[in-house]
């Protein structure tokens, strides 16, 4: 997040002796992205981070391509998704390209007997259903409906639940993710005219330190492949740090959204970028006030990004027969729009409870084995 943040206790100069109260030192490591270039934090360990035991077995979590040259609108029943105990179990890609990976995940249990660490991708983690917290070396977050939480790749957690009834919608991203820069000033402040500020932005708090010897299993994700690591020193034992790269939460009830005399695009809806897409929240809000206006969308053709639609909550005005859980992918170079009468039906409306993310990807998305599960293969003749 790119602003400075620090918890628990540091030294005052960078990279000079800090020592514990018996007089050894603890242990420094920078957290840091793109090289040097990127946001970084610097963490101070009661043991060394290094300390590998054993490389275990690995996995090939890859996802499993049914298309991978994609001209078909699908819509997808997110909800079929089976709530599965496990949160790595649990996680389904259902659209993925060199980018990005689309997820959805019911995982019914906290992650007890293994940390994990995504060691190829950024991931934001959006809560459509389930209360809890997430455990990380940087602290702890609480969760609820609506959070996005975004994870830096390389952060270490844990997922505690309050109930076996959850439900996510995830994206991983190989490019880091970052809040829109037209909103930020020259100084990274956001500034008057962002849909929101940095008091809307959760930082982690409660930070867990446990210095203990054993054995650790980290399951870290790299290269699609899901490698068992063990550790002899508990990944939680960070006394402090400080710097710019840690997770945060900021919830989508938080938005605040930005409207217009007519209709106005998708992106007054922004709430990430990164340089391989952007992800939008569509929340409860006024519509157009122009005395003609039309608040249901224009038809469009997204020539050179694929759209997929996830509906939360309320009422999909531009969409006939989408519940919550629905996914919607209208792809890249031909034009698609509201359903047969939804634009007569929205005239004279003057607000709208729906709630939705979206997420426009540069490159085309693959369609998994695991979407054609859940698929409504009809969906591309809804408009007829
Ligand atoms: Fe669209």
Redesign the pocket.
Known sequence: MPFYHKLGKIPHKRHTIFKKPDGSLYYEELFGTIGFDGMSSNLYHEQRPTQVKEIGKRKDVAPKIAEANNIQSYRFRGFEVPPISDYLESRKTVLTNSDCSIILAAPKASTENYFYKNADADEMIFIHKGTGKLRTQFGNLNFKYGDYLIIPRGTIYKLNFKTEDNRFFIVESRRPIYTPKRYRNHFGQLLEHSPFCERDIRRPEELETHNEKGEFLIKIKKQDQLFDMLYATHPFDVVGYDGYNYPYAFSIHDFEPITGRIHQPPPVHQTFETDAFVVCSFCPRLYDYHPESIPA?YN?S?IDSD?VLYYVDGDFMSRNDIEAGHISL?PAGIP?GPHPGAAERSIGKTETEELAVMVDTFKPLKVTEEAMKIADGDYFKSWL
């Open positions: 969308p469009h997204n759209e209208h698609h």
